[in-house]
């Protein structure tokens, strides 16, 4: 994910389409962190183009220069989500460089929670029992991670099934972590770092 935003960019005066005279105008990406922040706060039924409009103060003709319709936003959200959730797990595991580093790396990515956001993927997860093409979408970047993490264990040495099922439990006992909501200080989280890191590599 990318580096978390507290307020949309500064919004721009043109003319609005529809029945909007002059107005202020959004760019996109605004709209698009609007709807992650309806999502993770109230679900996907949250993600409304009125209820948005009003969060941002601003008219709701703003959003159709954007959007041909709620659908096309939905389909914008989950686009969103696939990279910049998943973009952090490609940089860690990128490079020539000891397997065990980027393990550490995938690992700090999780614990940091800055270009990886938990909340905004226990969101989609939750969408994605209602929705088949949100669960196709899911499905999808769970097995990348999971190949990025398959990749880094077999570059330690781990042959399969082995470096799968490593694989499967560092990244099984993650989504699970968040999906329990589970409430740990970061200071205990990054104590119990080389623990964990001993247990599913195989190294201290």
């Known amino acids: ?51 948005l409009a009003k969060a941002l103060n601003i008219t709701s003709g703003s959003f159709y220069w954007h959007f041909a319709d709620q659908p096309a936003l939905l389909a914008a959200l989950l686009a969103d989500w696939e990279v910049s959730n998943t973009r952090a797990f490609i940089e860690a595991a990128a490079g020539d460089i000891d397997p065990h580093k ?40 769970d097995d990348m991670r999971l190949e990025i993490l398959h990749g880094i264990f077999l570059e330690m040495g781990h042959a399969d099934p082995e470096a799968m099922v490593r694989a499967r439990i560092a990244y099984y006992h993650q989504v699970g972590y968040y999906a329990m909501r589970m409430r740990e200080p ?16 195989g190294h201290a």
């Open 102 to 141: 980027k393990f550490e790396r995938v690992v700090e990515v999780w614990l940091g929670e800055i270009d990886f956001d938990p909340r905004y993927d226990s969101a989609v997860r939750d969408w994605a029992r209602a929705s088949p093409m949100v669960e196709a979408a899911v499905r999808r970047i």
């Open 1 to 51: 994910m990318t580096r978390s935003r507290t307020s949309p960019a500064a919004p721009k005066t043109e003319q609005s389409k529809g029945n909007a005279t002059r107005g202020t105008r959004l760019d996109r990406e605004d709209w698009i962190l609007a709807a992650r922040r309806a999502l993770v706060e109230g679900g996907v039924a949250a993600v409304k183009i009125v209820p």
């Open 186 to 201: 970061k200071t205990v989280r990054k104590a119990l770092r080389p623990v964990y890191i001993k247990l599913l590599t």
